[in-house]
C-alpha cells in the first residue's frame, strides 16, 4: 500500500490518510488525479520525508505527504 | 523635507526622572535604517557592550523604524534593543500589535531608557508629554490585567509592560504589548525588571505617518499587498492556520526535534498541529497594524478568550516535551503571556529539565508534588506557572534557561542552546542550512534571523535540498542581511514570503527619500548584521559561541525520514565565514572599511 497524508486545504472533502494499491499510481501525479487535486494546487511533495517532482516514482510501503502552499515562522 | 521618520527621540532616565527631547540623526539613520539596526548601533556607540545587563547601566531602547506606522504593509513593528542578561550579548527582540505604531504617532523614533527608578514606575506617553509614574498599584499583576487597569487610567492607550517573570528577573522574561503580542526573547523582560520599569503606556492623537512622497509608497504599498494577497502562503496558509501549519510539514521531513532533541518525529503532531487548532479551539485570526496576513490566532482555553500559541510553543511544549494534549499546550502558552515569559525557551527549558529528570540527575523530591515526566500535561502547565512566580528553588533556577539549569546539574550538553539561548523548532540535522543561522546568529538560537526552512522546506523563493551544504552559506548570509533591513524597516519578517529586495526598497525610498537600489539595501542589512557582531565582540564574545550543541553534532538523529542525518556546520560554518568577509568569527578590517564601519 501506498500511505497518502493530505494537509491543510486538502483535508477538505477528503480523509486525512488514503492508502492507494501501488497498481493505482506509480508516481504522485497519479495519486493527484486520483484524488481529484489539480497538481498546480500543491506546493510541497514528499516522499518518505524527502522533497519529489510529481513525476517521480513512489512504490508499495511509500508515504506521500502532500502540502498546499503554506509556511510561518 | 517630509519624511516617515518623525526625527525625534527621548532620552528617559529612571535613576533621576529627567527626560530629554534629541534630534534622530539621520545620517545614522540613513547608514542603519532603524529598528534593529539603528538602536544596535546607538547601543553600540554608547558602550553598552561592556555593561552587566541587569545593571543601571544597561540601557533600553524601544525603536520603530521609518515604516512602522505608514500605510506599508505590516508596518507594526517595533524592536526592544538592549544587552540581555541571557546571552550576554546583542539583544533585539521584534514584536507587533500596536503599539509601535502608536508610538510613532505619538511623534516619537525612538524611547531609550536609562538607570534604574528607585520606585516602580511606568512611563505613559501621550502625543509629545512624557511623565514618569507609580507602578506600585501593577507590581504582581498579569500582563494582561495590568494592561486591563492601565487602560482604565490612560482611556485608547496601547500598553507594553512585563509581567511577573520580569519583575522577578527571570531572564526568560519578555516585555508584553497589546495583551498578547511579545517582544518574547533573549530576556528584554528581566532588563525592564531590573529597572523598576513596569510598563509604558502610550496614547497618540495622530493616526497617520507622513511619508516622503505619498504617491510613491501608495503605489508601491498597492503592489506589495497584491502580491501578498496573491502568494499562497501569505494570501492562503498563513491567513488559514497560522503559523501551527508547520507542525505537519516540519514532522513529516523528520526534522522535528522531539524529547528535548532526543529524537525527531513525533507520531502524534498532528494533534498539535494548525489543523487541529483550527477545528477545536480557534475562535478567529487576528491581526497586527496594518497587517494584510493576519496570522494571529484568538482561541479559547477554559472559558476564556485569548491569544493562540504559535508554532514555536506548539512544538516546544508538544514533541519536545513528548506530549500531544493541545489543550494543556493553549493553557501553557497563556500563562507565558500572563507571567510575560519567552513561550520558545520556557518550554525548551521544561523539556531540557524532563531530560534531566528521565536521567535522575533532578530528583523527585525537587519537584514539589509535579514530576517532570514526559508527557505529563500537569507539568508544562505548573511548571510554566511557577517558572512565571520564581519562588520554588527549581522554579528559580529554570528561569534563567536551559543552559544554567542543565550546568548545574553538571551536564551543560542536554540544553539545546546556542550562546545560552534556547533553539527553535527545525533540527538542523535534517534541514542542514537552518543550523548557519543557529549557530551564527548574533542574539543566539534562533529561526528568524535568516530563515532558510523558506528554500530548504517551503521551496521559497525555490527549492534547495534540505540535506545538503553547498551554497547554503551564501543563501544564509543573504537570508541575513535581508531580515535585518525588514527588521529595521519595522515591517513584518513574514511578509518577505510574498516580497523581495526591490520591494522593501520601494517602500523605504517612498517613505524615506532614500535612492537605495535592491543591492545596496542588502548592504545596508549587512552593516547592520556586522554591527551587532562588532556589539558582541566588545560584550566578550568568543569563536567558539558559533557553535551547535554536541548532540547535533554527534548523535544522528535515530529515527524517522531524517535518521542517521548529522550536522555539517563544521564544512557549512567556515563556508560562511569566508562569504561574510570575517576571520575567527568577526570581521576583517577590509569588511569593516567596506561596509564603512572601520572605526
Known amino acids: 500500500m501506498i500511505e497518502v497524508r493530505l494537509f491543510a486545504t486538502f483535508r477538505e472533502g477528503r480523509d486525512k490518510i488514503v492508502y492507494l494499491e501501488p497498481e493505482q499510481a506509480s508516481c504522485p501525479a497519479d495519486v493527484l488525479d486520483h484524488l481529484k487535486i489539480p497538481h498546480e494546487e500543491v506546493a510541497i511533495c514528499l516522499i518518505n520525508g524527502f522533497h519529489s517532482k510529481l513525476s517521480d516514482p513512489v512504490k508499495d510501503q511509500d508515504v506521500l505527504a502532500l502540502f498546499p502552499p503554506v509556511g510561518g515562522g | ?599
Not at chain 2, 246 to 267: A, C, D, H, M, R
Request: proline share 5%; glycine share 10%.
Open chain 2, 1 to 599: 523635507m517630509k519624511t516617515s521618520y518623525n526625527g525625534k527621540l527621548a532620552r528617559i532616565n529612571l535613576s533621576t526622572g529627567e527626560i530629554k527631547v534629541e534630534q534622530l540623526d539621520m545620517e545614522l539613520a540613513t547608514k542603519f535604517i532603524g529598528g534593529r539596526g539603528l538602536g544596535t548601533k546607538m547601543l553600540y556607540d554608547e558602550g553598552v557592550a561592556t555593561v552587566d545587563p541587569l545593571s543601571e547601566d544597561n540601557k533600553l531602547i524601544y525603536i520603530t523604524g521609518p515604516m512602522t506606522g505608514t500605510a506599508s504593509p505590516s508596518a507594526g513593528r517595533y524592536m526592544v534593543v538592549t544587552k540581555s542578561p541571557l546571552t550576554g550579548m546583542i539583544a533585539s527582540s521584534n514584536s507587533g500589535g500596536v503599539w509601535g505604531a502608536r508610538l510613532k504617532y505619538a511623534g516619537w523614533d525612538a524611547l531609550i531608557v536609562e538607570g534604574k527608578a528607585p520606585e516602580w514606575t511606568y512611563i505613559n506617553v501621550s502625543d509629545d508629554k512624557i511623565e514618569l509614574l507609580s507602578a506600585k498599584d501593577y507590581v504582581g499583576m498579569m500582563s494582561e490585567e495590568a494592561d486591563a487597569k492601565l487602560k482604565e487610567v490612560h482611556p485608547g492607550c496601547s500598553v507594553l509592560n512585563i509581567g511577573p517573570a520580569g519583575e522577578h528577573l527571570s531572564l526568560l522574561a519578555a516585555i508584553m504589548n497589546d495583551k498578547d503580542r511579545a517582544a518574547g526573547r533573549s530576556g528584554v523582560g528581566a532588563v525592564m525588571g531590573s529597572k523598576n520599569l513596569k510598563a509604558i503606556t502610550v496614547t497618540a492623537t495622530a493616526k497617520v505617518v507622513e511619508p516622503f512622497d505619498a504617491a510613491k509608497l501608495k503605489e508601491a504599498t498597492k503592489a506589495c499587498n497584491q502580491k501578498i494577497r496573491e502568494n499562497g502562503v501569505t494570501g492562503g496558509g498563513l491567513p488559514t492556520y497560522g503559523t501551527a501549519v508547520l507542525v505537519n510539514i516540519i514532522n513529516n521531513t523528520g526534522s522535528f526535534p522531539t524529547k528535548n532533541w532526543q529524537e525527531s518525529y513525533y507520531p502524534e503532531a498532528d494533534d498539535i498541529s494548525g489543523e487541529t487548532l483550527k477545528d477545536t479551539y480557534l475562535v478567529k485570526n487576528a491581526a497586527c497594524h496594518r497587517c494584510p496576513i493576519a496570522c494571529g490566532r484568538v482561541i479559547k482555553v477554559g472559558d476564556k478568550v485569548v491569544g493562540g500559541p504559535e508554532y514555536e510553543p506548539l512544538w516546544a511544549y508538544g514533541g519536545n516535551c513528548g506530549l500531544h494534549d493541545l489543550n494543556a499546550i493553549d493553557e501553557a502558552n497563556m500563562w507565558c503571556n500572563e507571567y510575560g515569559l519567552d513561550a520558545i525557551s520556557t518550554p525548551c527549558t521544561i523539556a531540557a529539565a524532563m531530560e534531566l529528570f528521565d536521567k535522575g540527575y533532578i530528583k523527585e523530591e525537587e519537584c514539589d508534588g509535579i514530576p517532570l515526566a514526559w508527557g505529563s500535561s500537569e507539568a508544562i502547565v505548573e511548571w510554566t506557572k511557577r517558572m512565571g512566580e520564581g519562588k520554588l528553588p527549581l522554579a528559580k533556577l529554570m528561569a534563567d534557561g536551559s543552559y544554567r539549569l542543565c550546568e548545574h546539574y553538571g551536564h551543560p550538553e542536554f540544553s539545546m542552546s546556542v550562546k545560552k539561548q534556547e533553539m527553535p523548532a527545525y533540527d538542523a540535522r535534517g534541514i542542514q542550512g537552518i543550523g548557519i543561522t543557529y549557530a551564527t546568529s548574533n542574539r543566539g538560537g534562533c529561526h528568524v534571523r535568516g530563515y532558510l526552512i523558506s528554500p530548504e522546506v517551503l521551496g521559497l523563493p525555490e527549492q534547495l535540498d534540505r540535506t545538503t551544504t553547498e551554497g547554503k552559506a551564501q543563501w544564509c548570509k543573504i537570508f541575513q542581511d535581508l531580515t535585518a533591513a525588514i527588521d529595521s524597516m519595522g515591517l513584518c519578517l513574514f511578509s518577505s514570503f510574498a516580497l523581495g529586495a526591490p520591494d522593501y526598497a520601494a517602500l523605504l525610498n517612498a517613505g524615506t527619500g532614500t535612492e537605495y537600489t535592491a543591492e545596496e539595501l542588502l548592504t545596508v542589512g549587512e552593516r547592520i548584521y556586522n554591527i551587532e557582531r562588532l556589539f558582541n565582540k566588545a560584550a566578550g564574545m568568543k569563536p567558539e559561541d558559533d557553535r551547535l550543541p554536541k548532540r547535533l553534532t554527534e548523535e544522528p538523529i535515530s529515527s524517522g525520514p531524517s535518521k542517521g542525518q548529522i550536522s555539517q556546520i563544521n564544512v557549512t560554518l567556515p563556508q560562511y565565514y569566508e562569504v561574510r568577509g570575517w576571520e575567527n568569527a568577526f570581521p576583517t578590517k577590509e569588511t569593516l572599511e567596506r561596509l564603512g564601519l572601520a572605526e
